[in-house]
């Protein structure tokens, strides 16, 4: 009796502490529809690798005082790393472009119409510092660096996985 309660034990507690570490390293997230910028529903969310290359999908600490969408509110956003450190971005109203490569077409006019701002007031240059990343989302309603700018480093939360 005493070796089957122990056995018990030990395998209750070698589960627990395999899900505990699990929920150390990893957090799931359900992006709102409504504010959906990446064509996913689903994230997993490496809390430990916070290393990303262009192209990964990225969770990261959101605030900005006095944000015209947000307010003061802490948020936390999932989006692409489009360009890192060192890169020369070019915005326009109607597409992003990053060291001279193919641009890519993400028109803002929709979103700035709903932030009643002109989308032209968000035309420029902006080369990466070593310590950033400029984020995109996928959708037209991405509310992204482009009109907030860079992400430092430091606000990473970890590299996100979209599961489906």
């Known amino acids: 009796m005493f070796k089957k309660l122990f056995i018990t034990l030990t395998l209750f507690l070698s589960i627990y502490i395999l899900f505990q570490l699990f929920l150390m390293r990893f957090v799931f997230s359900f992006p709102s529809p409504l504010h959906s910028c990446l064509d996913a529903s689903l994230f997993i969310i490496d809390k430990w690798d916070k290393e990303y290359s262009k192209g990964d999908i990225m969770a990261f600490e959101f605030q900005r005082d006095g944000d015209m969408v947000f307010g003061d509110r802490k948020m936390q956003f999932i989006k692409r790393v489009a360009a890192k450190g060192g890169d ?9 472009s990053v060291n ?45 660096s482009r009109y907030w700018g860079t992400v430092e480093n430091s606000k990473i939360i970890g590299k996100a996985y979209a599961i489906f």
């Open 88 to 96: 020369l971005v070019r915005v326009t109203p109607t597409e992003v």
């Open 100 to 144: 001279n490569e193919a641009p890519v077409e993400l028109s803002m006019i929709l979103s700035a119409h709903a932030l009643k701002v002109k989308a032209s007031e968000y035309q420029r240059e902006i080369e990466v510092p070593s310590d950033s990343f400029f984020a995109l989302g996928e959708t037209l309603n991405s509310y992204d």
